[in-house]
């Protein structure tokens, strides 16, 4: 099982401010990577497939980098629906996700 | 529009089985994976297993194997998920979430999601 793991736990950030999140594979995923924004009392959204791609709808201040078994999500500028939870994820035949980074407002 | 309708919220008690239901609309069920997530209160995303909608096959995360059975009825459209011998810390929203492509290509990403069931577990 590919363990993620993400970081920091918490961002205390400011609307406008540059948001970046950590996610670390113990393993290569082979490109088998996703990223999830969660709001409190909704179901997960899917923001990013394939390591980079924006899923539909997803604006262009959401992007990936990194390769191998270091991934690193930034939002370039923080828009008021951005404070949310986000969370990595596996997807190959047995999906993980990692904890959770919680974004929120300074 | 593709869309999840999810079972409603159930209490039970320890020990009990719970069964939940999922029914897709919008697409062809049968082309599709459909995985079972569940969170428990202020906890993380947490994959139960998924099944493959034509055939039936079925893949579970080693800690739900042989307490939990996911199936579907193809007729209906619906997928299913049952939980065995539950305990309290069984507590948790449980959702249904479909990948972005069809069972081809062997990925299991959750674009498309129910909005949930709430199973809450207590004597």
């Known amino acids: 099982e590919i363990v993620l793991t993400q970081s920091p736990g918490t961002l205390s950030l400011s609307p406008g401010e540059r948001a970046t999140l950590s996610c670390r594979a113990s393993?290569?995923?082979?490109?088998?990577l996703a990223w999830y924004q969660q709001k409190p009392g909704q179901a997960p959204r899917l923001l990013i497939y394939?390591?980079?791609s924006r899923a539909t709808g997803v604006p262009d201040r959401f992007s990936v980098s990194g390769s191998g078994t270091d991934f690193t999500l930034t939002i370039s500028r923080l828009e008021p629906e951005d404070f949310a939870v986000y969370y990595c994820q596996h997807y190959g035949r047995s999906p993980t996700f990692g904890q959770g980074t919680k974004v929120e407002i300074k | 529009q593709v869309q999840l309708v999810q079972s409603g919220a159930e209490v039970k008690k320890p020990g009990a089985s719970v069964k939940v239901s999922c029914k897709a609309s919008g697409y062809s069920f049968s082309n599709y994976a459909m995985n079972w997530v569940r969170q428990a209160p202020g906890q993380r995303l947490e994959w139960m297993g998924w099944i493959n909608a034509g055939n039936g096959d079925t893949k579970y995360s080693q800690k739900f194997q042989g307490r939990v059975t996911i199936t579907r009825d193809t007729s209906a459209s619906t997928a299913y998920m049952e939980v065995n011998s539950l305990r309290t810390d069984d507590t948790a929203v449980y959702y249904c979430?479909?990948?972005?492509?069809?069972?081809?290509?062997?990925?299991?990403?959750?674009?498309?999601w129910g909005k949930g069931t709430t199973v809450t577990v207590s004597s």
């Open positions: 979430a479909r990948p972005r492509r069809i069972l081809w290509f062997g990925e299991f990403d959750m674009a498309v």
């Open positions: 394939g390591v980079s």
């Open positions: 393993q290569s995923i082979n490109n088998y």
